[in-house]
């Protein structure tokens, strides 16, 4: 029987939610390729309950326990005595999700010599040591699609709030005012301007086609160009280079992967490419940017504003800069958290588990590691090596 280590983020404040503001979540069986969502063989929760924190398990308890395993859930992950640290040693499958991740470097997998299987609950594997994890024979799984089209949805909101310049325009209302003039002065329509997305996969695509209707002008810069047919139907620019692609756009989203080619890519240098006062969306990873080149190009104004979920390390500490940064939008990682997403990642994190219980296949876009190399999705999107570097300084997060 195995022993399963579940690290999730904490409940809310005020305790496990006893009712909900919806009564049903609308059931999505197919993503927009044909990919079907997650089928396990059964799921022991109520579609649109809060499975991401430390008591929702997932959804997982039950069928764990029933099968013999032992489940240890914490949020306790970072620092030298961590639970998650503690519970190593005999650990044989670590479930996590990016919104809180356990950083699985080098160390902590050379602590788990048991460890056969890293599963990401969501989409993105950067928070494992991807390069140690093949080096040792690990199969890292993620539960791909699951809620790529939900950060697509929160791009676009943050898309519109900072050009429309929402946020200051509701703390005006907040703080009593009417402030006409103050809210306007840095509002502008998105209609016309050029917007481009670095990565034109799940998340990159759909936001392309969810910006359409705007009456914007779209562009994409993706190793791999998207077929011809798509190419005329959203009249999309490809362009082969971030320089490329920022010289002419006045919004720029990320939605790649972090991996040794992506890390960093948004650098002070790279800053300079931009056009004055664009906007830059990034609910993929925290580190594809310079965290202090951002902050210095809003101070400037090289960017008008800035807004994404996502930092480097999670949780961010009270003194990351970008909780203060001019013209920001953002918030904690929870695009890919909605409780639509959980249902359909948790129910993927249960098809992942039944298949290696039962030695089954597991499908090829839950693969990203597997038999010491990338494998599936993983080969398509990742590059090999390491980008947990630095993550220690997660533990100076204090609640
Ligand atoms: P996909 O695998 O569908 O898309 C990733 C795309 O990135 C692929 O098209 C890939 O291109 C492209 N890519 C990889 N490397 C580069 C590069 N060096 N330059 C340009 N493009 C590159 O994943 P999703 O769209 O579903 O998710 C993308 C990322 O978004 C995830 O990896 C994760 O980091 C983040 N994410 C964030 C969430 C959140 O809650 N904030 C939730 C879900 C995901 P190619 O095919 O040509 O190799």
Not at 43 to 48: A, E, H, R, T, V
């Amino acid at each position: 029987m195995a022993k399963i280590v579940c690290v999730l983020y904490d409940d809310p404040v005020d305790g496990y939610p006893t009712s909900y503001a919806r009564d049903d979540i609308p059931k999505i069986v197919k993503y927009p390729d044909g990919q079907t969502a997650p089928t396990p063989q059964a799921i022991d929760f109520k579609p649109g309950e809060l499975l991401g924190s430390v008591s929702g398990a997932l959804g997982l308890r039950d069928f764990l326990e029933k099968s013999g395993h032992t489940l240890v859930v914490t949020s306790d992950k970072d620092g030298a005595n961590s639970k998650l640290d503690q519970e190593l040693h005999d650990a044989e499958i670590i479930i996590s999700q990016p919104f809180w991740p356990a950083y699985m470097t080098a160390e902590r997998i050379a602590k788990a010599p048991k460890l056969k299987m890293i599963i990401t609950a969501g989409i993105g594997s950067d928070h494992t040591d991807l390069q140690a994890a093949m080096d040792r024979g690990i199969t890292v799984t993620e539960v791909t699609y699951s809620n790529s089209n939900s950060v697509a949805e929160h791009v676009v909101m943050m898309i519109l709030a900072l050009v429309r310049n929402y946020i200051p325009s509701y703390n005006w209302v907040i703080k009593g005012g009417w402030n006409i003039a103050d809210c306007v002065s840095r509002s502008y329509d998105l209609e016309g301007m050029h917007v481009g997305t670095v990565a034109a996969g799940r998340i990159g695509l759909r936001v392309l086609r969810l910006l359409k209707p705007f009456g914007v002008q779209l562009h994409y810069m993706d190793r791999h160009p998207l077929p011809e047919a798509v190419e005329t139907e959203l009249n999309l620019t490809h362009h082969s280079s971030l320089e490329s692609l920022a010289k002419v756009c006045d919004v720029v989203t990320l939605n790649c992967p972090l991996h040794p080619e992506t890390e960093h890519m948004v650098n002070a240098d790279s800053l300079k490419n931009f056009k004055r006062g664009a906007y830059l969306i990034n609910t993929a990873r925290g580190k594809l940017c310079d965290t202090n080149a951002v902050v210095a190009a809003l101070e400037s104004g090289q960017l008008a504003g800035y807004a994404g979920d996502v930092w480097f390390p999670q949780p961010a500490p009270a003194d990351h800069p970008w909780r203060t940064m001019p013209h920001h939008g953002m918030t904690p990682h929870i695009s890919g958290t909605s409780l639509s997403a959980q249902a359909r990642y948790a129910a993927g994190t249960r098809e992942i588990l039944e298949c290696y219980f039962e030695g089954r296949p597991i499908r090829d876009e839950y693969l990203i590691v597997q038999d010491g190399r990338l494998a599936g999705v993983g080969a398509h999107s990742y590059s090999a090596g390491n980008t947990t570097a630095g993550s220690e300084d997660a533990a100076k997060f204090k609640h």
